[in-house]
């Protein structure tokens, strides 16, 4: 039985590591009793990745073709309708700014849902390390990075989301630190209500800086609100994250750092 369940066994294997982008198809040198159902699932992942790649494309051209008519809009809020009628210029720019950040936004929820491609994982022994180093040297401050992060595969999210919403997230780190960051990444078994084992990938990024009062941190989340008007981040960006981690069956946790800053806790089941 066991010999005769092998293949099947195998095939499951590799499904696993088709679902997670470590390949791009099942290898059809199965059992013969194996191979048509090998076959039509080789040609299922085909047309999938030919259909993500359409709707890609797709959204990218609506997001240029949007990003036109609303440039030429707030070309027209020029400093003589600000002089003329601040009323009016205060309206369009604000109204302006909103239809902005709502298509970011509604185009960075539709790219989630179509799906990761296994041509373009996040592989985060190589992505993070990368994506620290461009934040150093565009923040240029004196502080101690530390990065705790197993040897890990590539896991199966769209690489570009996953920048991005490590990308907020440390950036606010690098703002409102004082000396230190920390970051860590790692994948971890949990028993859910059915009581099976699932892989959960949590990245937590934690800072010493001022923090963030309990009673105040679902603020952050909400579009375009910053608790400090006087310094960037802590906005917009969050509630990005907390979009794209949602559209990923994900939960965003933030809490106090032990170093008595903001800790940020980004969750992704597998």
Same mark, same amino acid.
């Given at each position: 039985?066991?010999?005769?369940?092998?293949?099947?066994?195998?095939?499951?294997?590799?499904?696993?590591?088709?679902?997670?982008?470590?390949?791009?198809?099942?290898?059809?040198?199965?059992?013969?009793?194996? +191979?048509?159902?090998?076959?039509?699932?080789?040609?299922?992942?085909? +047309?999938?990745?030919?259909?993500?790649?359409?709707?890609? +494309?797709?959204?990218?051209?609506?997001?240029?073709?949007?990003?036109?008519?609303?440039?030429?809009?707030?070309?027209?809020?020029?400093?003589?309708?600000?002089?003329? !009628?601040?009323?009016?210029?205060?309206?369009?720019?604000?109204?302006?700014?909103?239809?902005?950040?709502?298509?970011?936004?509604?185009?960075?929820?539709?790219?989630?849902?179509?799906?990761?491609?296994?041509?373009?994982?996040?592989?985060?022994?190589?992505?993070?390390?990368?994506?620290?180093?461009?934040?150093?040297?565009?923040?240029?401050?004196?502080?101690?990075?530390?990065?705790?992060?197993?040897?890990?595969?590539?896991?199966?999210? !769209?690489?570009?989301?996953?920048?991005?919403? *490590?990308?907020?997230?440390?950036?606010?780190?690098?703002?409102?630190?004082?000396?230190?960051?920390?970051?860590?990444?790692?994948?971890?078994?949990?028993?859910?209500?059915?009581?099976?084992?699932?892989?959960?990938?949590?990245?937590?990024?934690?800072? !010493?800086?001022?923090?963030?009062?309990?009673?105040?941190?679902?603020?952050?989340?909400?579009?375009?609100?910053?608790?400090?008007?006087?310094?960037?981040?802590?906005? *917009?960006?969050?509630?990005?994250?907390?979009?794209?981690?949602?559209?990923?069956?994900?939960?965003?946790?933030?809490?106090?750092?032990?170093?008595?800053?903001?800790?940020?806790? *980004?969750?992704?089941?597998?």
């Amino acid at each position: 039985l066991r010999r005769g369940l092998a293949p099947l066994r195998r095939a499951r294997d590799e499904i696993e590591q088709l679902r997670g982008g470590q390949r791009h198809e099942l290898s059809e040198t199965v059992a013969l009793e194996l +191979h048509p159902l090998v076959v039509e699932i080789n040609r299922l992942q085909r +047309h999938t990745e030919q259909q993500l790649q359409r709707s890609r +494309h797709a959204l990218g051209d609506l997001g240029h073709a949007l990003k036109t008519p609303l440039a030429i809009l707030k070309n027209r809020c020029t400093e003589e309708l600000a002089a003329s !009628d601040p009323e009016l210029h205060a309206l369009l720019c604000e109204q302006l700014a909103q239809m902005e950040a709502n298509i970011r936004r509604a185009l960075g929820r539709a790219r989630v849902a179509a799906g990761v491609t296994t041509s373009n994982p996040f592989s985060p022994a190589q992505d993070i390390p990368l994506l620290l180093t461009t934040l150093e040297q565009a923040h240029r401050r004196d502080l101690d990075i530390h990065l705790e992060m197993a040897a890990l595969p590539a896991q199966p999210f !769209d690489r570009d989301d996953m920048l991005e919403v *490590l990308g907020n997230v440390l950036d606010n780190a690098f703002k409102w630190a004082n000396r230190r960051v920390r970051v860590a990444v790692h994948v971890v078994e949990e028993r859910c209500a059915d009581n099976e084992e699932r892989k959960q990938l949590i990245l937590c990024v934690e800072d !010493d800086g001022p923090g963030i009062q309990e009673d105040r941190r679902e603020q952050v989340l909400q579009r375009g609100l910053r608790l400090d008007e006087r310094a960037a981040g802590h906005g *917009l960006g969050l509630s990005i994250v907390s979009d794209t981690v949602a559209a990923y069956g994900g939960k965003l946790v933030l809490d106090e750092s032990p170093s008595g800053g903001l800790r940020v806790g *980004l969750h992704f089941p597998h």
